[in-house]
Each structure stands twice: as C-alpha cells, then as structure tokens.
C-alpha cells in the first residue's frame, strides 16, 4: 500500500487534526522537503502558529502534513 498526504492549510483542518489527535509532520516550505517534526500531535494553533510538542512553528514558513493510506 502506498502512502500520501493531505497539507493542512485552513484553520478548520487544524481544527480537525487536533481534535482527532493525529499525527502531524512538519516540513519547510522553501521547497528542501526537509522533515523538521517526524511526528505529533497539534496542541493548539493561531493564525500564524502551530504548537506541536511544545514547539511553536510559523504557519508561513511550514507545511502541517498528515498521512493518508490511499491507492493510487
């Protein structure tokens, strides 16, 4: 099975992901696809933050992915 993911962008989406509690990657947006959170759940968020594990990340520098098990 191959895995995708869905890019959280609206506050609604965050909304979501935090109410479920899944696990949330953080990756750059400056295009490197580095991987800076392998993984956490969303414990609050702003219009222009997102907590994860006691970490604070800036909504416009990072990508809130979640994973998806879908065929392609």
């Known amino acids: 099975m191959d895995y995708i993911y869905k890019v959280l962008e609206t506050d609604m989406e965050l909304l979501a992901a935090a109410l479920s509690e899944v696990q949330v990657l953080v990756v750059l947006k400056d295009g490197t696809e580095e991987l800076l959170e392998p993984g956490g759940q969303i414990r609050a968020y702003t219009a222009k933050s997102v907590r994860i594990r006691g970490l604070s990340y800036c909504?416009?520098?990072?990508?809130?992915?979640?994973?998806t098990s879908e065929p392609i």
């Open 59 to 67: 909504r416009d520098l990072h990508e809130f992915r979640i994973l």
